[in-house]
């Protein structure tokens, strides 16, 4: 960090950083410049768990959906075996009952 700072600012820098009241100062700086960095790989981590947590959340919503269209499908085919059954039955009935009374 010094060596950066140096590089940019030039001879006063150099001087500043050779000063050893200066010392305490620049060594907090470098301390505060990694936990900075810590801070920043600490947000990068959570933040592909954020998105990892939403994909998965979107997914579940689209598993949710397709049960849905599957439990909406088994109702409607036992909807129609129900009515098509029904209407079988009671043209058997009506058919039977021509036959017992003749008419």
């Known amino acids: 960090m010094k060596d950066g700072l140096s ?9 500043l950083l050779r000063r050893e009241e200066n010392k ?5 700086l470098e301390k ?34 397709n049960a849905f269209q599957v439990r909406f499908g088994v109702i409607n085919k036992i909807k129609y075996f129900y009515l098509s059954t029904k209407k079988t039955l009671i043209a058997s009935l009506v058919s039977l009952l021509i036959k017992i009374v003749g008419v």
């Open 32 to 65: 505060a410049s990694q936990r900075v960095e810590i801070a920043k790989t600490q947000l990068a981590f959570i933040q592909k768990q954020e998105l990892a947590l939403k994909q998965y959340k979107d997914y579940i919503q689209q598993l949710e959906g």
């Open 7 to 15: 590089g940019m600012m030039g001879e006063q820098v150099e001087e």
């Open 24 to 28: 305490g100062l620049f060594d907090n």
